[in-house]
């Protein structure tokens, strides 16, 4: 994005100056020959904004989603997603960048997305006894809020961005796409959310690695059942 404006300033700076010159020498070829440079200008702006020095040449939706694919493949759960189906969820991402000290998501509210962090830093707090307490800091590239997406869990914290923050939302809809047209996929997730979940726990309950895995295997059901709830898979006669 820093680029893309740095690149917008210069092109413009550079146009103000051909239009200044034209204006002052009167030329008609030299009018003409700022016109065509203005013009080349403002298209190599716009083609520089889409992308097209990142991998858009082929035009193909792998090319054109390249940035966003490469923003899912930072969320853990999401890389048991084939690459057609990875295309089809970036197509749905929506940007929702935020300023520092704006809060991202808040604690107890029902919200069914999920956030990704391509740049900055943001705080995670819980309330404790009515006040907030920082118990983590996530930094790009990282994920929140993937217990609202998958199975419409409230918050169980508030995140605060510390600087500016690029972040864009994937929403529950455009995972339940793929969720029905492939709903082994339900089963890839649960587990590797259950392996997350129990991560935090073993560090906070102290658990053996017999231990841990019993909970993973008991968190990997529940969170499946609670997942094809949520996402009302059973009621679908393609489901088996």
């Known amino acids: 994005m820093r680029s893309n404006l740095v690149f917008f300033l210069l092109?413009?700076?550079?146009?103000?100056?051909?239009?200044?010159?034209?204006?002052?020498?009167?030329?008609?070829?030299?009018?003409?020959?700022?016109?065509?440079?203005?013009?080349?200008?403002?298209?190599?702006?716009a083609w520089n904004i889409l992308g097209g020095l990142t991998g858009y040449v082929n035009f193909g939706a792998a090319a054109f989603f390249a940035g966003d694919i490469a923003a899912l493949g930072g969320v853990e759960f999401l890389r048991t997603l084939h690459a057609e189906e990875l295309e089809r969820v970036a197509a749905d991402l929506v940007y929702a960048p935020f300023a520092a000290g704006e809060v991202i998501t808040r604690q107890g509210a029902v919200a069914h997305w999920l956030y990704i962090l391509t740049e900055g830093t943001a705080e995670i707090c819980v309330n404790v006894d009515g006040s907030p307490t920082k118990v983590a800091t996530i930094e790009a590239p990282g994920f929140v809020g993937e217990m609202g997406l998958m199975t419409g869990a409230p918050r169980a914290a508030t995140v605060?961005?510390?600087?500016?923050?690029?972040?864009?939302?994937?929403?529950?809809?455009?995972?339940?796409?793929?969720?029905?047209?492939r709903p082994e996929t339900a089963t890839e997730v649960s587990h590797l959310l259950a392996q997350r979940t129990v991560e935090l726990e073993a560090l906070k309950d102290g658990l053996d690695a017999a231990a841990k895995q019993r909970r993973v295997e008991a968190e990997k059901t529940r969170l499946l059942s609670t997942i094809r709830a949520f996402f009302a898979l059973d009621d679908d006669s393609r489901v088996a």
């Open 11 to 45: 092109a413009s700076a550079i146009g103000a100056i051909v239009y200044l010159l034209v204006q002052l020498n009167g030329n008609d070829y030299l009018f003409f020959a700022g016109y065509t440079v203005v013009q080349f200008i403002v298209l190599a702006t």
């Open 160 to 181: 605060v961005a510390c600087t500016d923050v690029e972040c864009y939302r994937l929403d529950k809809a455009s995972f339940d796409r793929v969720l029905r047209e």
